[in-house]
T-cell receptor
Framework: EPEVTQTPSHQVTQMGQEVILRCVPI?????FYWYRQILGQKVEFLVS????????KSEIFDDQFSVERPDGSNFTLKIRSTKLEDSAMYFC???????????FGSGTRLTVV | KNEVEQSPQNLTAQEGEFITINCSYS?????LHWLQQHPGGGIVSLFM???GKKKHGRLIATINIQEKHSSLHITASHPRDSAVYIC???????????FGPGTSLSVIP
């Protein structure tokens, strides 16, 4: 069964550093999403992406964050100047449209120290 | 008020018991997802429903669109079913998913 792949599975970074989280969505999917889950809390929406542009973003997704589809396969989330409160599990998801399902990646655990 | 609620918040069951987890939502939806999250943190999709009932192995998911309610049932529960089960809804196709708070299930041998 097709999978959404995320790398790395775990990243530790120093406060103030930039991180890039990578996702490879399912190849024929057109809609891409990033979510995050702070430890002990529910999963929250960050941003959705379609046709090479952001279609919706949450209040959390401020100027510190950016997303990009640098080539035909990768979908990245960049966090500039990380803060301690950015420590969370970050999930990528892709959707192929009606009937084609919504698939989550296994997540990247980001720890900011 | 949260758009997606789940009950119970925590559930402990003996191996072999029949388990039901409930989800209620307050918005119109195009689809409802049941997801499983193990202690390692990864999310696994169990079901995506827009009507009726789906079954996969020992898992059954039902949805009542009129009542804005869904249930996830686990028959003959097993310790490996121990995980957090999350209900999540999408208001339309090609839309973000709104997550419930999750139900933490522990199945004791």
């Amino acid at each position: 069964e097709p999978e959404v792949t995320q790398t790395p599975s775990h990243q530790v970074t120093q406060m103030g550093q930039e991180v890039i989280l990578r996702c490879v969505p399912i190849s024929n999917h057109l809609y891409f999403y990033w979510y995050r889950q702070i430890l002990g809390q529910k999963v929250e929406f960050l941003v959705s992406f379609y046709n090479n542009e952001i279609s919706e973003k949450s209040e959390i997704f401020d100027d510190q964050f950016s997303v990009e589809r640098p080539d035909g396969s990768n979908f990245t989330l960049k966090i500039r100047s990380t803060k301690l409160e950015d420590s969370a599990m970050y999930f990528c998801a892709s959707e192929g449209g009606a009937g084609y399902g919504y698939t989550f990646g296994s997540g990247t655990r980001l720890t900011v120290v | 008020k949260n758009e997606v609620e789940q009950s119970p918040q925590n559930l402990t069951a003996q191996e072999g018991e029949f388990i039901t987890i409930n989800c209620s939502y307050s918005v119109g939806i195009s689809a409802l997802h049941w997801l499983q999250q193990h202690p390692g943190g990864g999310i696994v999709s169990l079901f995506m429903l827009s009507s009726g009932k789906k079954k996969h192995g020992r898992l059954i998911a039902t949805i009542n669109i009129q009542e804005k309610h869904s249930s996830l049932h686990i028959t003959a529960s097993h310790p490996r079913d121990s995980a957090v089960y999350i209900c999540a809804v999408a208001k339309t196709s090609y839309d973000k998913v709104i997550f419930g708070p999750g139900t933490s299930l522990s199945v004791i041998p």
